[in-house]
């Protein structure tokens, strides 16, 4: 009796909260499955858009790490409704559930298409590994299995690279999420959200281990190792608009409601990045400096890379090899260049700040409450969950970098995989039901940091990202990859997923990182294309281990030479350079664009056509902002290659191509012929002679 009158007084606390509300823009019901009570809730959440949480706790959970940001977003004044007990529905989304509570139907109004069907939603018991922890919920693994509903493609997801044939869309496809030998890992990244070709998108709100599956193009599973509720978010497309609308702006800007819209660019990003692996002092790197400076090839950024430090864990610059920073950052100042230095999350056990990390528990931790050593026991990653790690790094930053002027930081191997997954606990929290967040984290040590200085111009740049991860200025590269004619064409479709994941500031190591052999014609001509591609990403930077090396020096090791006058096609790289200067109003106007309304720079052809078919078999080429469209060469030795130009129907436009200029007629597919001084650029103008 007792329990159900509990009961009676939540639903009634339920409904004074939300039926009291004008709107009834809130939906729950409990559910018994498998002998556990759950609780349902289905709520507006942004235009089109919902968010459904399950919870066999009978509360619903704001988690305190997630995706979505914790406001509810603001959103047009679309009615909701509840047209019978089974039925919630918010402007053109409907979610139905059945009288006995097993499926669910999520459909779009407006044309009534099924988007998603509940197959099965499984929460089984989870078993705590043995700790001096102890969870802060009841932690359950759940998994979820639907059907898309019809037929159709998904993107997004992130950054993945791997896979023998990588094509766009995902059709087959397996993501771990876990940090280990697998993915995420050195260029690869997990966003759990995806777009679908029928106009609507998905976000799974979990910030722990996990998977999502995707077979036959439509059975779809997601699983969670550790968490207390389903919590998934779902977006469509307003009832006025159907396929033949431009509908993956709508969807992007629908996203960026929830999860925070990406923030404009920092003027001086938005040109060239000069880096290698590695400049070894201070000499070495002036020189490269004021060669850049001599020839009069703009640097908005020059890179110090690794081992500049003493050790892992003391942040600050050998000042054996780096002996006098000021006059470092002056010399740079009167070339107008920006620095950006290397900082690792990792601590040697030799460091001078272990002692401290270790006795105050700003490191990761094991079940006993030991530092947990990485894959090396001399090795130890900081505890980025723990807000006083963050202030400490952050005060050893500050002093060895920030005040002398250094405010660009590179987040380089910022994934904490090397402490074993499973066994790590983070703030008390165990690693299985958060990890996904950890880059966020360490991000926000820097964001936190430079905030606090007053700084508005911050940009970092990091190899890991999540959902989030935007907003407070990391950008993005993409890791350690081969320096190869695949692996360009790799990049050229990971960079159009990234794109549709909310990751707007990306860049690859123009050339490559891995396996660069100088005296090689192919990689000379290899890194002249992969400098074509790379001055239309949305950052442009070089980076790299070339052989052969240099020989070491007491200042350690250094890759070969890695500066623009020294390659074999000199000439026609320092033009590419003089073409990403001339765009860079170009690029902040539309890196402004991303921040009002989601839309990325660098996007797939289908984006801005999406009702032309040819342009989702159109996958080694995309759209660069509404007026660039960008045809990379990546094969050796290439004289030609197929381009599709997609039919423009507005204004009387055509396709010019911007270095022979000459006019082409969108709809069709032309073979373009190219030199190595230029290669498949298309700009749509209007015609003026085509009336
Ligand atoms: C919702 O589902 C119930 C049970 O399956 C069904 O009877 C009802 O017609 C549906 N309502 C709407 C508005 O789709
Ligand atoms: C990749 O494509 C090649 C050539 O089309 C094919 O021979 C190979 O079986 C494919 N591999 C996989 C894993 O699908
Ligand atoms: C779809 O929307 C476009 C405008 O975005 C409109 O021109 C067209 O008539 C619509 N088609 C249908 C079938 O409603
Ligand atoms: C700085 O670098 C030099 C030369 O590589 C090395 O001998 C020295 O031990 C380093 N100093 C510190 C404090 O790590
Ligand atoms: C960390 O500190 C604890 C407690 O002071 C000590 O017992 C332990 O040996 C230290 N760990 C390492 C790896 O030095
Ligand atoms: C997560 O769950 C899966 C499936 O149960 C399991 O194979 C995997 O080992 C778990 N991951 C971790 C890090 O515990
Ligand atoms: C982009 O936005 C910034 C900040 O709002 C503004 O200062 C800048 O002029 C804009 N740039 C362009 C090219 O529109
Ligand atoms: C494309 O044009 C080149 C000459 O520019 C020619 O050699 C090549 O065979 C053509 N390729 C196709 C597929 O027509």
């Given amino acids: 009796m007792s329990k159900y009158y509990g009961e009676f007084l939540i639903l009634l606390l339920i409904y004074l909260i939300t039926c009291n509300d004008a709107s009834p823009c809130i939906f729950t019901r409990y559910i018994y499955s498998n002998g556990l009570k759950q609780q349902l809730q289905v709520e507006s959440w942004g235009s089109d858009s919902i968010r459904i949480r399950l919870s066999p706790d009978v509360i619903i959970q704001n988690p305190d790490y997630q995706a979505l940001l914790p406001e509810q977003p603001i959103f047009n004044e679309e009615v909701c409704h509840q047209p019978d007990s089974n039925t919630f529905i918010h402007g053109n989304i409907k979610f139905n559930i059945s009288d006995d509570n097993e499926k669910w139907l999520i459909q779009r109004q407006s044309d009534g298409l099924i988007l998603i069907e509940t197959q099965s939603i499984t929460f089984l018991p989870y078993k705590y590994p043995l700790s001096i922890y102890s969870p802060i919920y009841s932690l359950y693994s759940l998994s979820l299995m639907y059907n898309h509903i019809p037929d159709g493609y998904l993107y997004g ?340 997923n990234v794109a549709l994941s909310g990751i707007y500031w990306w860049t690859t190591d123009i050339g490559g990182y891995r396996y660069a052999d100088l005296d090689d014609n192919q990689f000379q001509e290899l890194i002249l294309r992969w400098f074509q591609f790379g001055a239309f990403c949305p950052l442009f930077r070089l980076h790299g281990e070339r052989y052969p090396p240099f020989p070491n020096n007491e200042c350690g090791f250094s890759g070969g030479h890695n500066e623009v006058w020294l390659f074999k096609y000199s000439e026609q790289i320092i033009n590419i350079i003089r073409l990403r200067e001339s765009l860079r109003d170009y690029i902040e106007y539309h890196l402004n664009i991303s921040n009002q309304n989601g839309t990325p720079i660098l996007r797939p052809m289908f984006y801005d056509f999406n009702d032309d078919l040819e342009c989702y078999q159109s996958e080694d080429q995309y759209m660069f902002g509404t007026d660039y469209l960008v045809a990379p060469i990546y094969t050796y030795q290439a004289t030609s290659r197929s381009v599709y130009l997609p039919k423009i129907d507005q204004y009387n436009s055509v396709w010019q191509h911007y270095y022979t200029k000459i006019f082409y007629q969108g709809g069709q597919r032309y073979n373009i012929s190219t030199t190595l001084n230029d290669f498949p650029l298309f700009q749509k103008i209007q015609s003026i002679w085509n009336c």
Wanted: with cysteine.
């Fill in 157 to 496: 997801l992130g950054e993945h690279h791997y896979g023998e044939n990588l094509t766009l869309a995902y059709h087959n496809f397996h993501l771990p999420f876990v940090f280990s030998s697998t993915a995420p890992t050195n260029g690869d990244i997990t966003i759990p959200w995806y777009i679908h070709t029928s106009a609507f998108g998905f976000l799974w709100n979990q910030p722990g281990y996990g998977s999502f599956d995707v077979q036959n193009d439509k059975e779809i599973m997601w699983t969670a190792n550790a968490t207390h509720q389903l919590d998934i978010w779902i977006t469509t497309i307003p009832k006025e608009e159907n396929l033949s609308s431009l509908f993956y702006p709508i969807l992007m800007k629908n996203y960026v409601d929830v999860i925070g819209h990406p923030n404009p660019l920092p003027k001086f990003a938005s040109g060239f990045w000069q880096s290698k692996n590695r400049y070894r002092s201070q000499n070495e790197f002036l020189d490269v400096a004021k060669g850049y400076y001599d020839r009069q090839i703009p640097v908005s950024i020059i890179v110090i890379d690794w081992f500049h430090w003493t050790k892992l864990g003391e942040w600050k610059f050998n000042s054996t090899c780096w002996p006098d920073i000021p006059q470092m950052i002056n010399q740079l100042k009167s070339y107008g260049m920006n620095l950006m230095v290397s900082v690792w999350p990792h601590v040697e056990k030799d460091s001078e700040n272990f002692f401290f990390m270790n006795t105050t528990d700003l490191l990761t931790h094991d079940a006993n409450g030991n530092v947990l050593p990485s894959t090396t026991d001399n090795l130890y990653i900081s505890d980025q969950f723990n807000p006083i790690t963050r202030q400490f790094i952050w005060d050893k930053v500050k002093r060895n970098y920030y005040d002398y002027g250094i405010k660009i930081y590179w987040l380089d191997a910022d994934e904490p995989e090397g402490g074993r997954p499973g066994l790590q606990w983070w703030y008390g929290r165990h690693d299985e039901e958060i990890a996904m967040v950890w880059a966020r984290e360490h991000q926000r040590t820097f964001w936190d940091g430079l905030k606090d200085q007053n700084e508005n111009e911050i940009i970092m740049l990091s190899r890991q990202a999540w959902i989030g991860s935007h907003r407070i200025n990391a950008a993005v590269w993409s890791g350690d990859i081969d320096s190869s004619w695949e692996e360009l064409l790799k990049q050229i479709k990971v960079a159009q």
